[in-house]
């Protein structure tokens, strides 16, 4: 599986993103997927996750309520549109795919395939 993050930028504080993990392969719709963010100086984080059904989302504490994660297996895509951001939220936003189609852990050693990262700026 090859992953292509996108929708990354500069908006200001309150605004919104919207990201794209792009997959190729057809396991696809069969994996878990996971978006992760790393800022300067700081360790790499979760954000949130999906199933493979695309039916149970995961969301860490710092994002639930503003950021939704979604998937279309028709499409390989998984978009995590990003709310009400802050300043906090600057990072490269990665995502991933884990073979086991739960999501079994917030941790990244848990995902076998990782995109590049994409620019998140929230300026205040």
């Known amino acids: 599986v090859q992953l292509q993050a996108s929708g990354g930028g500069l908006v200001q504080a309150g605004g919104s993103l919207r990201l794209s993990c792009a997959a190729s392969?057809?396991?696809?719709?069969?994996?878990?997927m996971g978006w992760f963010r790393q800022a300067p100086g700081k360790e790499r984080e979760f954000v949130a996750a999906i199933d493979w059904s695309g039916d149970n989302p995961y969301y860490a504490d710092s994002v639930k309520g503003r950021f939704t994660i979604s998937r279309d297996n028709a499409k390989n895509t998984v978009p995590l549109q990003m709310n009400s951001l802050k300043p906090e939220d600057t990072a490269v936003y990665y995502c991933?795919?884990?073979?086991?189609?739960?999501?079994?852990?917030?941790?990244?050693?848990?995902?076998?395939?990782w995109g590049q990262g994409t620019q998140v700026t929230v300026s205040s």
């Open positions: 991933a795919a884990d073979r086991h189609g739960a999501v079994r852990s917030e941790s990244g050693i848990m995902y076998d395939y």
């Open positions: 392969g057809r396991t696809f719709s069969s994996y878990a």
